[in-house]
Nanobody, 111 residues
């Protein structure tokens, strides 16, 4: 199983970035986690195949998760970014009892 994430980079506060993650096969659950400097990895957003979405409170109203089911992709549109969003973002996929992680993509929010 491979999860290939892309879309990270440097953006100014208030800016936007779009993260994409392509999986090598279909998963019931796909989501995004992040790990900021000196912090533990935290949940950001997730989406089940049936359309259910979840977000951590700190990103509600700013981030939107979506999935391209036929392409086995999960997308995270991030708007109104703040320096507190600076982190390595990881794509995750779950099927049954198996959890898979992609390599992280760095998002830096700085002026």
């Amino acid at each position: 199983v491979q999860l290939q994430a892309s879309g990270g980079g440097l953006v100014q506060p208030g800016g936007s970035l779009r993260l994409s993650c392509e999986a090598s096969r279909s998963f019931w659950f796909m989501g995004w986690y992040r790990q900021g400097p000196g912090k533990q990895r935290e949940f950001v957003a997730s989406m089940f195949k049936d359309g259910q979405k979840q977000y951590v409170d700190s990103v509600k109203g700013r981030f939107t998760i979506s999935r391209d089911i036929p392409e086995n992709m999960v997308i995270l549109q991030m708007n109104s970014l703040t320096p507190e969003d600076t982190a390595v973002y990881y794509c995750s996929a779950v099927e049954g009892v198996e959890t898979y992680w992609g390599k992280g993509t760095l998002v830096t929010v700085s002026s």
